[in-house]
């Protein structure tokens, strides 16, 4: 009886433990995105706003990761709790796939009163996501919420490159750029460009499909480019997955295989006596997308509803913009007023905005002219060929030293293992001379 007794004492502590460990866990959200990928001011303006929206508090616990894959392994196997995440379009598509992802329910915000800024996404933009639907039916904007988009290209110093130069991909064969250029440490987006430049006699004479091309990881296509960027080697000085913006705004290297958001990014902190542009070569790029979901094991799904709709307000979207240097995928009319200038060239703007911005002066590095998104693709998951491409990036990287420098890294080697076998023989003979001179002593002065 008293066994009993103690047994339900236990299990009415651990439900009260419980109780309160929820209670707590909802005045608690966990964001999880890129690093350098928002104005982190909004993260107390929204605590204060939520709590005026629904009269409860909330804390955001605030963490960054660099790459998709582990982000979506600390979900997928380690269950990880996070409320509000932002995959790349391509994880966001294999989530779905897997079923790692909630629907989203922004109903609450009806009840209320909260204004819903959902709709301000450019139309554009929801089509695009929506080709990331497994199975073509399954509506993709029932799940995710865009949140930023751009373009690889080249970003380039003026002041040791033409603008004639870097028009096509053929820029990083050439050999006046030896040792000037950095290419982004992220094999999808480099395949999809370089696999264009190499079929691009395919695509313009032959009818071959852009798209359908990016999308197949076949053992030529990953030959082909294999073969670009091996050629290219003695003008890349390494693969970077960030630093590259910073060494280009100091002027450090010329050239950078790079994402749109970092090449604004390093124009707006350029130092004296640096010029630097962004262009999207000829041969195509692609369009690539990143969105705010709410993953299969989130906790406090109510903050993260509100938390996505308030990363929609076009004066929030406005402000992540002139913090990152990407490009909100808010399309509303505050968002295009506020972006243009008249500093800016003319650009045809109208499959993002609509048809008042087919002739409007806004940043070409930001907001491609509409001729330019027609010869870019969208990524896709490469299920599992995404092996070999992985295998084949891996293979091109090598060791991007050149001869001269591993001939001296080898000399220095050698030099120093003759040290250290020098050193050691040394220490041998010193310790065997020691021997012999004790040897003799105790021959000449036997103890009585």
Partial sequence: MRTLLMLCLLCCSMALYAQGGNDARSHILKVYNWADYMDLDLIEEFQEWYQEQTGEEVKIIYSTFDINENMLTEIEVGHEDYDVVCPSGYIIERMLKNGLIQKLDFGDLQKTGTPNWIGNASPWAVDMFQRMSPDGKLKVSDYTVGYMWGTPGILYNRAFVSDEEVQSWSAIHNPRFKKQIYVKDAFRDVFSCLIQFAKQDSILNHGLDRQLLAETYSDQNLMAVQDVVINAKPQIAGFETDFGKERMSQGKVWLNISWSGDAQWAIDEEDEGVDLAYVVPQEGSNAWFDGWVI??????????????????????????????????????????????????????????????????????????????????????????????????????????????????????????????????????????????????????????
């Fill in 295 to 448: 993953p299969k094991y989130a906790q406090n799904v109510r903050a993260a509803t509100y938390f996505i709709n308030f990363m929609c307000k076009p004066e929030n979207a406005v402000r992540n913009m002139e913090e990152t240097g990407y490009v909100s995928v808010v399309g509303a009319p505050e968002v295009l007023e506020a972006m243009q200038d008249e500093e800016y060239d003319y650009v045809d703007a109208s499959y993002f905005f609509g048809p008042e911005a087919a002739h409007v002066r806004l940043n070409e590095v930001m907001y491609p002219d509409k001729s330019v998104i027609e010869r870019c693709i969208l990524m896709h998951d490469g299920g599992e060929r995404i092996e070999a491409l992985f295998d084949m990036w891996e293979r091109v990287k090598g060791n991007n030293l050149d001869w001269k420098m591993l001939t001296f890294v080898c000399s220095v080697l050698g030099l120093m293992a003759l040290f250290l076998i020098d050193r050691k023989v040394r220490q041998i003979l010193h310790k065997r001379r020691r021997q012999r001179r004790l040897q003799a002593l105790k021959t000449n002065h036997p103890e009585q």
